[in-house]
């Protein structure tokens, strides 16, 4: 299966516009995100969503609001999923979003979901007694590697499939992930309206191809009136 980026079923997410902060709050409600992301397992799925960036987040709506919204989500989260089995202080949370907004900026909310349904599912491996920070803390990082790998797999197949169009990347110079995806969005529009030109042109010659033979089918017929 091709690893291009594609983008999933824009029905099962719809973020609001990252500059409107009231609409992104009631978004980040942890059970709001949830139900919006519930779709969404995979790294690869998480990269596609166009869900935000904890990078974005706070630099539109400063630190201390992302921080805030990471912790709920991980409090709520983790408290439903593991029961029992969480029991971490208040102060805990709040260092450890602190901890995951510095050194893994670069996730969005989507993928923040993905580490808690792993850990739910018991993906990040087992849990003996009750969880605590450096567990949680390990899950995000080897998610952060795989996500990187991911993506950056995807992109070198993107970048591979527009090469065969045209696009010489040794004389470019490096482009950002933004950049990637846009020139992909580019060669994807552009595909679409020569496939669409194509089928008008097939379109054509089969109208054409049409009325030739029921043209060829008339003179037949009165050719053969005629010597009758």
Excluded at 23 to 31: R, S
Excluded at 93 to 122: P, Q, S, T
Excluded at 146 to 171: L, M, N, Q
Aim: aromatic content about 8%.
């Amino acid at each position: 299966m091709s690893n291009e980026i594609k983008k999933i079923d824009p029905q099962s997410v719809q973020w609001p516009a990252i500059a409107d902060k009231a609409a992104l709050e009631v978004a980040l409600v942890p059970e709001t995100a949830r139900r919006m992301l519930r779709k969404v397992d995979t790294p690869m799925k998480a990269y596609q969503s166009e869900a935000p960036t904890l990078a974005t987040i706070s630099k539109e709506h400063g630190e201390g609001f992302c921080k805030n919204r990471l912790f709920l989500i991980l409090d709520s989260s983790l408290s439903n999923y593991l029961g029992s089995q969480y029991d971490l202080g208040k102060t805990q949370v709040a260092l450890l979003a602190e901890e995951i907004l510095d050194d893994f900026y670069a996730l969005n909310v989507a993928d923040v979901f993905v580490v808690l349904k792993r850990i739910m599912h018991g993906d990040c491996g087992k849990i003996y007694g009750k969880i605590n920070c450096q567990y949680i803390y390990e899950a995000f990082r080897n998610y952060y590697q795989e996500r990187s790998d991911a993506v950056a797999e995807s992109h070198k197949a993107s970048e591979e499939s527009i090469a065969k169009h045209g696009y010489d990347r040794t004389t470019a110079p490096t482009a950002t992930e933004e950049q990637v995806a846009d020139l992909y969005k580019q060669y994807r529009k552009a595909y679409e309206v020569k496939k669409e030109q194509e089928a008008q042109i097939h379109l054509s010659a089969q109208v054409h191809l049409k009325e030739v033979l029921t043209t060829f089918k008339k003179h037949v017929k009165n050719g053969t009136k005629e010597n009758m």
